[in-house]
């Protein structure tokens, strides 16, 4: 399918540990992968947002600030007619990312979330307290009020409509309130024991059939970190890089598709280039 893709940078760190991935769309965006790509006529950089600086404000004030810009920009890029490919900074800027396809759609979307994580938590819950583990429970209308009804009143996905993919690492209060919600959870283990395509094309089902549309949220550390180093949450074995560029050379072709998002590259971590490069073999799969 033939779109343009405009490249949104959302850099900020705000909500994670490390606060590295602030430096990911930047760094990206001067290295030698995105040169290459860039020569292609389908892609262009559109803008990088920026976190507010003013320290008097909580982060989870900025962080809202800068979902609301972000969600604003990605309506305003679907509404020309491009193709929202969002890159990161950590993973709580996806209340912006589809909050704003959400905004755009006009009712709940589907979400393939692929993460290692299933940031589902709630400062309740939080082992940790890092807003970055909570983005998938705020866009199902769960968790802090600053951070909800960015682009719908209510929730802002379709719990039927929506997979975790990959996850290999979480607590139990997490996949407790997934359950309860009706969210598929595709796990690491469960992959590993069907096998990739056959859960892929599991995942792929259930998203693509949501009535509004589906975006694809792809948290870097679910790859295995021997082959995406640059990441502030590595976790121990993971995907293959070969399984999701091919997965998502399938995805590319889904009429349905409304965005794609690409998180948690810190460049700090990288080691020669090869989370850089990755980034910029995923975002080929969606060029003509």
């Known amino acids: 399918m033939k779109r343009c893709i405009r490249i949104i940078g959302a850099a900020s760190g705000l909500g994670a540990q490390d606060v590295g991935c602030a430096d990911g769309p930047v760094a990206f965006h001067h290295s030698q992968a995105w040169h290459e790509l860039a020569h292609h006529p ?3 950089w559109g803008e990088t947002l920026f976190a507010s ?3 008097s404000h909580t982060p989870a004030t900025r962080i809202a600030g800068l979902c609301r810009h972000l969600a604003d920009v990605v309506d305003q890029t679907l509404a020309v007619g491009e193709f929202p490919v969002v890159l ?6 996806a209340v912006g990312t589809w909050s704003g396809v959400a905004r755009h759609a006009g009712a709940p979307i589907g979400l393939l979330w692929i993460d290692a994580h299933l940031d589902s938590h709630t400062l309740e819950t939080s082992y940790s307290g890092a807003i970055h583990g909570m983005p998938l429970a705020f866009l199902l209308g769960r968790g802090d009020k ?3 009804e960015i682009g719908l009143p209510g ?3 379709e719990p039927a409509h929506c997979v975790v993919f990959g996850a290999r690492s979480f607590e139990p209060e997490e996949a407790a309130f997934l359950a309860s919600m009706q969210v598929r959870v595709i796990g690491q283990a469960e992959i590993e024991q069907r096998g990739f395509q056959t859960a892929f094309y599991e995942a792929l089902t259930i998203v693509a059939s949501a009535p509004m549309g589906f975006g694809v949220s792809l948290d870097l550390d679910a790859l295995d970190p021997a082959m995406a180093p640059g ?3 590595p976790e121990p074995h993971g995907l293959a890089a070969p399984d999701v ?6 995805l590319a072709h889904e009429p349905g598709l409304r965005g794609l998002e690409i998180v948690e590259f810190n460049p700090d971590r990288d080691r020669q280039g090869l989370t850089a490069r990755l980034i910029s073999a ?4 969606f060029l003509p």
């Not at 990161?88 to 800027?93: K, L, N, Q, T």
């Not at 560029?245 to 399938?250: A, F, T, V």
């Open 42 to 44: 389908g892609v262009n």
């Open 53 to 55: 600086n003013d320290k």
């Open 88 to 93: 990161g900074g950590d993973h709580s800027i």
């Open 146 to 148: 600053r951070l909800l």
């Open 155 to 157: 929730r802002q996905l």
């Open 231 to 233: 990441v502030g949450s």
């Open 245 to 250: 560029l091919n997965s998502l050379d399938r």
């Open 282 to 285: 995923l975002i080929g799969e």
